[in-house]
């Protein structure tokens, strides 16, 4: 409690001295501190008094600027502010996608604060979204004058709808998110399993895209005004006539970003990869970003453990996974562990897939059924997934399919945001969560 007390103390001071600029860099740094401890991750998830200091520090920046209310809006006009944006991955940047293909009667305007100044595939992303669709990306500079350049585009822009896709420290965003700059703020929850600022804006509708995530901001985080739009990925078609376990061997893949895969853990995903290869046979797609030295000193495992490593097969990310998953070979579709990845989930039902998901020990913050079919296949323990692995035939795995397939069209179709986006209430019919227990002790000490 002390150190919690002592930050809040330095943020009072700053705000007290009119300090904005010191406030923005101790808010950024406290998130990011909490983003590289091990310890937080699916145990902290917002902060009510942190995002009052981030608004705190936002609105005396916008009085630097002698900024107002504006006294009307552009009502056809959606702008949607996010750090970054990429191509082809990234869950939060095929969310916004989808979120502006479900409002074609508005006009869209994307404005990328950039905070590390990295190179964006910008205009990869704008590809495949009507040619309407505008880009603003704020130019090279400190983060105190981003918070600035952005309040000055929203004073200038004056949406109907604001939205907020950005990364869990950027404090510049939600800064700018003052109540009035836009008729109506939604803050869009993509960073479910980590401390975000924004959680508690208290004039913000609070956007969860998952069920689970939607259950404990509702009924444990105590968010207002919380509702809920749903992940969704155009549908591209399930896959048809694929022969299961074609010449008797299982054909896998994992996909997901690296940290979904190489986090501390209970259970190591290459260790359990390898079992799987030596002791169920078949091959193992992995499909995305793996470092180099990972992948060599795995292959070497395999050798060792007298598994062929042409069986561990590696692909980087692909521009549609959906169209991947369709048109490929693959069995069984094993779930990222110990985090899974929602979006990708959704893609993998959409296209038809069985899927194997970790019920985590620890949190199902971390990996959960409560985002797939509820037939689905499911592991706690190593030997469980070998079990069950062992187990399956062609015909459970076509069974499995149908269900997979199911599930998406009942609740991740695009019709389903469309509606939650379009309503009155701004909000869709939830899956219902399970309740499976969660070791806290395990958690915390891990």
Not at 9 to 20: F, H, I, P, Y
Not at 142 to 165: E, I
Not at 201 to 226: M, R, W
Not at 315 to 333: A, F, K
Request: with cysteine; aromatic share 8%; charged share 20%.
């Amino acid at each position: 409690m002390t150190q919690y007390l002592n930050l809040v103390q330095r943020l009072d001071g700053l705000q007290a001295a009119g300090d904005w600029p010191a406030m923005l860099m101790e808010l950024s740094n406290t998130v990011i501190a909490l983003l590289n401890d091990p310890r937080a991750k699916g145990l902290v998830f917002g902060s009510a008094e942190m995002d009052r200091f981030c608004l705190a520090a936002g609105a005396l920046a916008a009085r630097q600027l002698n900024l107002a209310t504006p006294e009307s809006y552009h009502d056809h006009l959606a702008v949607h502010v996010a750090t970054e944006l990429y191509d082809g991955q990234g869950g939060h940047s095929l969310a916004l996608k989808d979120v502006i293909r479900a409002r074609p009667d508005l006009t869209h305007v994307v404005v990328v604060t950039n905070l590390h100044e990295r190179q964006l595939p910008l205009q990869n992303f704008l590809a495949d979204l009507p040619p309407t669709v505008q880009m603003l990306l704020a130019p090279p500079m400190q983060l105190r004058d981003k918070l600035q350049w952005l309040h000055l585009q929203l004073a200038t822009l004056k949406p109907g709808l604001l939205t907020l896709f950005h990364h869990h420290y950027d404090v510049a965003a939600v800064g700018a998110a003052q109540p009035g700059v836009a008729r109506e703020i939604a803050y869009f929850h993509h960073a479910d399993h980590d401390m975000a600022l924004g959680v508690y804006l208290p004039h913000a509708l609070h956007v969860d895209c998952t069920n689970l995530s939607f259950h404990k901001c509702q009924h444990f985080l105590g968010v207002h005004h919380a509702v809920y739009w749903p992940l969704t990925a155009p549908d591209q078609g399930a896959r048809a006539g694929h022969a299961f376990m074609a010449g008797g061997e299982l054909r896998t893949c994992s996909h997901g970003s690296a940290g979904k895969f190489i986090a501390p853990a209970r259970y190591d995903y290459l260790d359990v990869i390898l079992r799987r290869l030596a002791e169920v046979g078949g091959t193992h797609l992995h499909i995305g970003m793996l470092p180099g030295p990972v992948i060599d000193a795995f292959r070497d495992r395999l050798t060792g453990a007298g598994v062929d490593p042409a069986r561990f097969q590696y692909q980087p990310p692909v521009r549609s996974l959906w169209n991947h998953l369709r048109d490929g070979d693959v069995d069984l579709c094993i779930s990222s562990f110990p985090f899974q990845g929602a979006k990708g989930l959704v893609e993998t039902q959409g296209a038809g897939l069985p899927v194997l998901i970790q019920q985590s020990t620890l949190s199902k913050h971390h990996s959960t059924r409560d985002l797939i079919y509820e037939e689905a296949l499911w592991w706690e323990t190593p030997d469980d997934f070998i079990r069950v692995l062992a187990a399956q035939t062609p015909e459970s795995l076509a069974e499995q399919a149908q269900a997979s397939r199911r599930f998406y069209e009942q609740w991740h179709h695009p019709r389903e945001l469309a509606y939650a986006l379009n309503n009155a209430r701004r909000t869709a019919p939830c899956p219902p969560v399970r309740n499976p227990p969660c070791d806290t002790l395990a958690l915390y000490l891990r």
